[in-house]
């Protein structure tokens, strides 16, 4: 019975230690991961509008440097303009043509297979992964 506890203790002592700071450095930020795989393409690793696509020619526009959108829009990040953008299944007339993939589509796509049993709703899927991505965006302003 001792050597049980003796042994327990040890695994927890290794679990916390690990699952400190350790932990969280392992730990991928979800936000970052999400601009990496959508956004980075086109408006590059630093978020400035010099991404990939644009840079090899295939974007005719630049892309906007997605970390400058709280200094044009008075100093406050424009948090519920952003997700919409993102998620981009509400057309707004006023905005134009849209350039920007449709990602809420994509994420819902992405989602709906793991509905298997009827009860996982898509939707939660897809505003998880859009708030997560722009928090990220949030956090990258320039001061």
Same mark, same amino acid.
Not at 75 to 80: A, D, K, L, M
Not at 84 to 93: H, L, P
């Given at each position: 019975?001792?050597?049980?506890?003796?042994?327990?203790s040890a695994v927890t002592l290794v679990v916390l230690g690990v699952s400190g700071p350790a932990f969280v450095r392992a730990a991928d930020d979800f936000g970052r991961r999400e601009y990496m795989s959508k956004c980075a393409i086109c408006h590059g690793?630093? +978020?400035?509008?010099d991404g990939r696509l644009y840079v090899t020619g295939f974007l005719a526009k630049k892309p906007t440097d997605l970390t400058t959108l709280a200094s044009t829009n008075g100093?406050?990040?424009?948090?519920?303009r952003i997700y919409?953008?993102?998620?981009?299944?509400?057309?707004?007339?006023a905005h134009g043509p849209r350039d920007m993939p449709v990602w809420g589509t994509d994420?819902? +796509?992405e989602g709906a297979p793991y509905d298997t049993l009827g009860v996982f709703d898509p939707e939660?899927?897809?505003?998880?992964r859009i708030v997560a991505l722009t928090e990220y965006l949030a956090r990258i302003q320039a001061k």
């Open positions: 019975m001792r050597r049980g506890r003796v042994r327990l690793i630093s +978020a400035k509008g100093g406050v990040f424009p948090f519920q919409e953008v993102i998620d981009g299944r509400q057309t707004i007339a994420y819902y +796509a939660v899927y897809v505003r998880a």
